[in-house]
């Protein structure tokens, strides 16, 4: 990672904007991520094991295969993003916006991790 934003004075030297660089060691399965919306129902699901089928707009449901988060909830904010709100022992842990592109074939994810207050965007391609 290459910090491409320093934070506050008088906060960590982690604190900042950070991009990647360089990843050596993930493989193909851990950036595979395949996304359904039928109707009002929104599904993720991993080859890793992580998965979930919520109604927009709907109660928290079970968040499967991840320790540190065991529910979600998701809120339609227009017809192009979707919020994803992933919970652990029914306290928010982070808050996730999904955009899809104009162009209908990518999609910028933007996540915040709650407690420790960190961003973290990406863009994600269609296959």
Excluded: C
């Excluded at 029914?90 to 592109?101: C, F, H």
Aim: glycine share 8%; aromatic share 4%; no cysteine.
């Amino acid at each position: 990672m290459t910090k491409v934003q320093q934070a506050p004075a008088g906060t960590h030297a982690l604190s900042g904007s950070w991009k990647p660089v360089q990843i050596k060691s993930i493989s193909d399965r851990e950036l595979l991520v395949t996304y359904q919306l039928a109707g009002d129902t929104f599904s993720m699901s991993r080859p890793t094991g992580q998965s979930y089928t919520a109604k927009l707009n709907g109660p928290d449901v079970p968040y499967k295969g991840d320790p540190e988060i065991d529910a979600v909830a998701l809120k339609r904010v227009n017809n192009d993003v979707i919020e994803e709100t992933d919970m652990l022992r029914g306290k928010p842990v982070s808050v996730t916006r999904i955009s899809v592109d104009v162009d209908g074939k990518s999609m910028t994810v933007s996540s915040k991790d709650l407690p420790e207050g960190s961003n973290n965007q990406f863009k994600m391609k269609k296959q």
